[in-house]
């Protein structure tokens, strides 16, 4: 009731005084109504008033993993899904009714598609400007919540999307999303997190819940590794002969990507090459490499001989057509015959070859380089972002790995290793993998120990890419972001299960420093109780 309800009692006499008697509404919601005066005509029974109005504190920015870069407080009762409510795409614009759709279903509302937005409706909308004139993307985010309504825009889809996000977390277990405007962007472009189904079988089902997971959490990017020397993973029509019992089928492939697109999610395939290849090997055992002892390198295919590169091109052609994002992982890491100490003394035939295509002066690891440009150029007509693992690229060779590859930097421990600062002084883009705190490698072999949440969060940052001492901040624009990896040496160390909830800290950990780059406002502890709260 918006107005006072008066009684007015006459007296038995003449000029009797007109007694008031009001009766004001409680504000609702325990929110204390305004003061108001009594009515001051005498001579009335009834005189206008103003409705009374609720007063509320000045809102506070929500709490959310990641956090939202800003937010401009405001007075109001916030907003939660109602019954009733629904959400509305502004604009008509039928390029968000997929974002639509998935909020409605989270938040129990409905999808009303193009209508007017009204009091306890979500609306979605894309604002006029586009993405900057590089290419790349525009992740931002505006999310307004104003008298019982919320509006998310963004230059982009995948903006929206993260604004669902922040609104979802907002009112997880009942909570009100605050009154007031965030705007929010990511630190860095790329958000990713790596798995390793070559080594360990994960089933189609578990990587589809990390989409949604790292949907949720506003990751980008969900890197595959899915052939090495114990399994190939994925059904191949080129060269079946390699593909383990235990696999993804392409139909199922196709339906990760379907959800990793709703999530906007690219997925970065990896066939990892001219190491790794133990599968390739025990289909076509004379491509083994062998060093002057007639002693197997293990997993490394001998790249002086046509059928390796052929089959590995077979294989980039074909799934080329399978993965369409943006990315693609090269892999080159960890080629054994270069990870001996005269690498021309025990593999004579890779020395050979490297001198004759390159130069009486070439050495193996020109060899490998080339080997690696291939394998870029094979990629080339299909226009993907390139990277390579670090230790792919070596220095001081006469052929120099293409400029268009990003680092994959995970390692200072190889033979040669190189500072992170040597790629970026080349002018080259780096994406931190870490393995100080971002490998997850089961069974914690040699010196690695599982990764906690608790350590990215308090010491890592995108720019510790080697060890624990940054970079330079004149990189931080070449550092392009980071991934959290999940490595399965040891397969059986842990179920599937087991694996999902040992990343789950450090997967928000990770993704709160790669998308704000102010230190963690909250105590490490407050973190874990927010993630509970909003996970």
Request: aromatic share 8%; hydrophobic share 35%.
């Amino acid at each position: 009731m918006s107005r006072p309800l008066a009684i007015a009692a006459a007296g038995v006499a003449a000029g009797a005084v007109v007694l008031t008697v009001a009766v004001w509404p409680d504000g609702g919601d325990g929110a204390p109504a305004s003061s108001a005066s009594p009515p001051s005509d005498s001579k009335s029974a009834v005189s206008p008033t103003p409705s009374p109005t609720k007063s509320y504190p000045l809102s506070k920015a929500p709490s959310t993993i990641p956090a939202v870069n800003e937010h401009k407080a405001a007075r109001g009762p916030g907003w939660k899904p109602k019954d009733g409510g629904r959400v509305v795409i502004g604009g008509g614009d039928g390029d968000l009714a997929d974002e639509g759709k998935l909020l409605a279903g989270e938040l129990k509302l409905k999808y009303a598609g193009d209508a007017d937005p009204r009091k306890g409706d979500v609306e979605l909308t894309l604002t006029p400007e586009k993405a900057d004139a590089s290419g790349g993307r525009d992740e931002s985010y505006t999310l307004s919540v104003k008298g019982q309504r919320v509006k998310i825009s963004a230059p982009e889809e995948a903006g929206v999307f993260y604004g669902t996000r922040t609104l979802k977390q907002e009112v997880r277990g009942g909570r009100t999303a605050p009154e007031g405007v965030v705007r929010d962007r990511p630190a860095k472009p790329r958000r990713g997190f790596m798995i390793d189904i070559a080594r360990k079988h994960f089933d189609a089902k578990w990587i589809e819940d990390r989409i949604r997971e790292l949907g949720d959490l506003k990751y980008n990017e969900l890197g595959l590794h899915f052939s090495d020397d114990q399994a190939f993973r994925i059904e191949s029509k080129s060269h079946p002969e390699i593909v383990s019992r235990d696999h993804l089928s392409k139909a199922q492939v196709r339906g990760i990507l379907k959800l990793a697109a709703s999530r906007h999610i690219t997925v970065v395939p990896e066939i990892d090459s001219p190491g790794h290849l133990g599968t390739v090997i025990a289909a076509h055992p004379s491509l083994q490499l062998r060093d002057t002892r007639g002693v197997a390198a293990r997993g490394a295919v001998d790249i002086s001989k046509p059928l390796a590169a052929e089959i590995v091109d077979d294989l980039l052609e074909e799934y080329a057509d399978l993965f369409p994002g943006r990315y693609w992982h090269l892999g080159a890491d960890e080629y054994r015959a270069l990870t001996v100490a005269n690498p021309e003394a025990s593999y004579p035939q890779l020395a050979a070859a490297a001198r004759e295509r390159y130069g009486s002066g070439a050495r193996v690891k020109d060899l490998a380089t080339g080997w690696l440009n291939d394998r870029a150029e094979t990629m080339r007509p299909y226009e993907r972002g390139l990277r390579a693992w670090n230790d792919g690229f070596f220095g001081g060779g006469v052929e120099k790995a293409d400029d268009d590859l990003d680092v994959a930097y995970w390692t200072g421990k190889e033979i040669g290793a190189r500072e992170p600062a040597e790629y970026l002084k080349a002018g080259r883009k780096v994406i931190n993998y870490n393995d100080e705190y971002l490998y997850y490698v089961l069974g914690q072999p040699n010196t690695f120990r599982y990764p906690t949440g608790q350590r990215i969060y308090e010491q890592w940052t995108p720019l510790v890419i080697r060890g624990t001492k940054p970079v330079d901040a004149k990189y931080d624009d070449q550092v392009l972001g980071g991934s959290f990896a999940v490595w399965c040496d040891l397969a059986g160390s842990q179920t599937q299960e087991q694996v999902a909830r040992g990343i789950r800290l450090p997967l928000q950990a990770t993704v709160q420093k790669l998308w704000d780059a102010r230190k963690p406002g909250l105590s490490w502890a407050e973190f874990v109780k927010l993630a509970d709260q909003v996970g």
